[in-house]
């Protein structure tokens, strides 16, 4: 069964830096384009970016700018690293294979939370 261990989570102020980091098993880590999701509290899961295997990235229109997603085959990790953040990324964060909508993956990581406020 596919894993995704997902680290990096916490309190910050808006403003402040985070990064996310994903580790992967029992998926052939390089054929698959990744993604960080996320759900707000009452909200449903949302794709935030997603990273190619040629690096290349894509990301959701509220985080451009923002956010960085990168990835690592050496350790089978996708990371995120979250700068400048607002109270409106607050919100439980997991990885996982890119799928449209995400409501198609069914094996899920326990998230973590990030918590953005003053």
């Known amino acids: 069964q596919v894993q995704f261990v997902e680290s990096g989570g916490g309190l910050v102020q808006p403003g402040e830096s985070l990064r996310r980091s994903c580790q992967t098993s029992?998926?052939?880590?390089?054929?698959?384009?990744m993604a960080w999701y996320r759900q707000a509290p009452g909200e449903q899961r949302e794709l935030v970016a997603s990273?190619?295997?040629?690096?290349?990235?894509d990301y959701t229109e509220s985080v451009k700018g923002r956010f960085a997603i990168s990835r690592d085959y050496a350790k089978n990790s996708i990371y995120l690293q979250m700068n400048s953040l607002k109270p409106e990324d607050t919100a439980v964060y997991y990885c996982?294979?890119?799928?449209?909508?995400?409501?198609?993956?069914?094996?899920w990581g326990q998230g973590t939370q990030v918590s953005v406020s003053s």
């Open positions: 029992q998926i052939t880590f390089d054929t698959y384009v």
């Open positions: 996982n294979t890119l799928a449209r909508p995400p409501s198609l993956l069914q094996s």
């Open positions: 990273v190619r295997s040629d690096g290349t990235a």
